[in-house]
């Protein structure tokens, strides 16, 4: 065993991230009372560094500075070190990162670093920090000297009111609730901007960096089922399209990158996050059920398949993400010299691989060579004269070939604590695509993952956030229940029985009684932790949607399956809130536009199958709701000598089987319509309820 010389705290943590910095000469505390309390018996300002345990710039602030015992002796003499993981605390990172918006001038991002006084209020914000200041960039010797002569100085009482009326500014306008629906009309002008956004050639949304985020096609394919506008299908299947052949796709093992550094999606930032691969595999999912082009079902299985290989704990739930470096380089492992690939696949063999593939002796990237692909297979193959089909099986074995050879190479760092909210995203899609593609593999994972999730982090009527290692940590916010309720109805909805609607409803109770504003919104947190300054709303989409937006869909979901006013009343006053938000700034809020549509969709439908004790019809009946495209079905199973069903859902005790017969009622605003038991008739009225 390797003796390190120095040792802190974070030893005693379980965050990848916080371990990783264990070993610094940095005296670093975890978010806590400890930290708080020291910081105001010694009088220090706390200096709070928050990232993730796989951000590359995260990894060089620490290299260069945090593991430098020069730096490391003048950060301990002038501050409370506090390190915070983003992914366990994310109303922490939330929190100062907005505030770090309003003192910055540049972009925020990671590592974000933030300096606070002892009462938690911040004076002072940057992201990456060099040892000494150069090319532009405050260097921590020059801040730490700054900071100490303000904290000792004339101008430390400024400072002090400066840093509590930030705070009370932003309570201030922490809003809550709305008076007014919003119109219909904001669908279609959501749609519009997005259309002013978008970038027709290579996809997504104009500029770089750019993100593929996945919810905004979602909305479009949304929007393509209630209105006569092309543009939306153009524009979402040049998006999925554009990035799949991008190098931000791992051709070989499956799975989207974080973002690319260019506009055509080819130069990723090589991390691969989970929430970004539960979207995206559900953005190609419906886009498969809308075009039924199987290019698109393939890529939904690659990305699951990935995540089950490589991103899964044995007993079910979904690590959080893959490095972008390895063998101290970014990208190393997904990269490739055009020399490997012709000694791995022969010199003539390759030739093609490499044409296609774009790979060449110079590389694309620091002389190495990121895999994509400029034209399409059918494409590519016309101009060989040659058929698609053989051609893309030969890909498909000399993609198989360099997979098992990168195996052999050192793999990133994988970050596997396990997420409750992002657990939700993934077992969601999931489980929606076992039931579209009638895939077992799919639903049962999602299943354990549930189940292991409601073992390890539902505890005593509460969510908890994270599990490692054994351990489950931090109560859960909106995000971790809005998400997992999300999950729990398509488990139930896809027929995996009533025990996921109940735990759904009680995850909702929680959310009633503990999160949400009287007449409004729902915080991201509960209110119970002292230590958070101010407690907020969040309504705008990030990289994740936005937990109210979600858990409006949630609640619009339930009123369907059960009837129960309640939950339309919570559901409308979200979208009050949130009304002035989207009027300002459409794109921002496509989750709420979603909303909108299922909210004003009159022809949405609750289908009740009522099986008998032969279950007929069931799996067809599966397949029947989920090959087609249906993005406002409510559908309740009720099982034979099903009592807790009939308890949670008390409308459907006088819908019952014909003459013992599986039996169909399709209910439209409040009323059902006669029962069908012959299988033709069933395929009939449902398919009339399709979207597209």
Request: aromatic letters at 12%; one cysteine or more.
């Amino acid at each position: 065993m390797v003796e390190r010389p120095y040792t802190n705290r974070l030893i005693h943590q379980k965050s990848p991230y916080l371990l990783q910095h264990a070993h610094n000469p940095v005296d670093w505390y975890p978010w806590g009372p400890e930290a708080f309390q020291a910081a105001r018996d010694q009088d220090k300002p706390i200096f709070l560094s928050i990232g993730y345990a796989t951000c590359h710039w995260c990894h060089v602030m620490e290299k260069e500075s945090f593991e430098d015992p020069s730096v490391a002796d003048r950060m301990n003499h002038a501050f409370i070190n506090i390190k915070v993981d983003r992914e366990e605390l994310p109303e922490i990172d939330s929190l100062y990162m907005e505030f770090a918006q309003s003192m910055m001038a540049g972009a925020a991002g990671w590592p974000l670093n933030v300096i606070l006084t002892p009462e938690l209020q911040p004076f002072f914000a940057a992201t990456y920090l060099p040892p000494r200041s150069s090319h532009g960039l405050t260097g921590l010797f020059e801040l730490i000297e700054r900071i100490g002569e303000v904290w000792k100085g004339d101008e430390r009482e400024r400072i002090m009111e400066q840093a509590e009326r930030i705070v009370e500014i932003f309570a201030e306008n922490v809003h809550e609730s709305g008076d007014e629906l919003p119109f219909k009309e904001q669908i279609e002008d959501t749609a519009l901007t997005l259309f002013k956004l978008a970038d027709p050639t290579h996809g997504g949304i104009k500029g770089m960096p750019k993100f593929p985020i996945g919810y905004q096609w979602n909305f479009l394919l949304h929007y393509a089922s209630m209105a006569d506008d092309s543009r939306s299908l153009f524009l979402t299947e040049r998006t999925l399209d554009m990035m799949h052949r991008g190098g931000i796709y791992d051709h070989l093992g499956g799975g989207f990158s974080r973002y690319s550094v260019d506009d055509a999606w080819l130069v990723p930032h090589f991390e691969k996050m989970l929430y970004d691969n539960a979207l995206l595999a559900n953005s190609y999912l419906e886009a498969w059920q809308v075009t039924q082009r199987p290019f698109y079902k393939t890529v939904c299985e690659e990305v699951l398949n990935y995540v089950l290989r490589d991103m899964t704990h044995p007993d079910g739930g979904f690590y959080s993400a893959e490095d972008a470096d390895s063998e101290g380089h970014e990208g190393y492992f997904y990269t490739w010299s055009a020399e490997e690939i012709h000694n791995i696949l022969g010199n003539e063999e390759s030739k093609l691989f490499c044409e296609f593939y774009s790979v060449t002796p110079q590389g694309n990237f620091e002389g190495r060579n990121i895999l994509h692909t400029p034209r399409r297979l059918e494409e590519f193959a016309s101009l060989k004269g040659m058929d698609a089909q053989e051609l893309g099986s030969l890909f498909t074995l000399q993609k198989q070939i360099l997979w098992k050879s990168r195996e052999r190479r050192q793999h990133p760092l994988k970050d596997d604590k396990i997420l409750c909210s992002w657990n939700g995203l993934m077992i969601y899609s999931m489980a929606e695509a076992g039931a579209a593609f009638d895939d077992d593999t799919y639903l049962k994972a999602a299943v354990k993952a549930a189940r292991f999730i409601r073992e390890n982090l539902w505890h005593e009527g509460h969510l908890l956030r994270r599990w490692r290692d054994g351990e489950g940590m931090y109560p859960g916010g909106l995000d971790e229940y809005a998400f997992l309720i999300r999950a729990a109805l398509s488990l139930f909805e896809i027929g995996q029985g009533t025990e996921w609607l109940e735990w759904a409803l009680e995850m909702t109770d929680v959310l009633s009684d503990q999160f949400k504003v009287e007449n409004g919104a729902f915080y991201q947190t509960d209110g119970t932790d002292t230590n958070i300054i101010l407690r907020k709303i969040h309504f705008a989409d990030g990289a994740e949607p936005s937990g109210n937006a979600i858990h409006c869909e949630n609640l619009l979901r339930l009123y369907q399956i059960t009837s129960d006013q309640r939950y339309l009343n919570q559901a409308e006053d979200i979208l009050k809130a949130v009304r002035y938000l989207m009027e300002n700034y459409p794109p921002g809020y496509c989750f709420h536009a979603m909303n909108l549509i299922r909210y004003y969709d009159s022809d949405a439908v609750t289908t009740i199958v009522v099986l008998n004790e032969a279950q007929q019809y069931s799996d067809e009946l599966r397949k029947l709701f989920y090959h087609a495209y249906f993005p406002h079905r409510a559908i309740v199973w009720s099982y034979p000598h099903d009592e807790r069903l009939e308890q949670l859902i008390p409308f459907i005790e006088n819908q019952k089987t014909i003459d013992g017969k599986t039996t169909l009622y399709i209910c439209h605003q409040g009323a059902c319509q006669k029962p069908i038991t012959e299988f033709s008739e069933m395929i009939t009225a449902v398919h009339k309820y399709a979207a597209l």
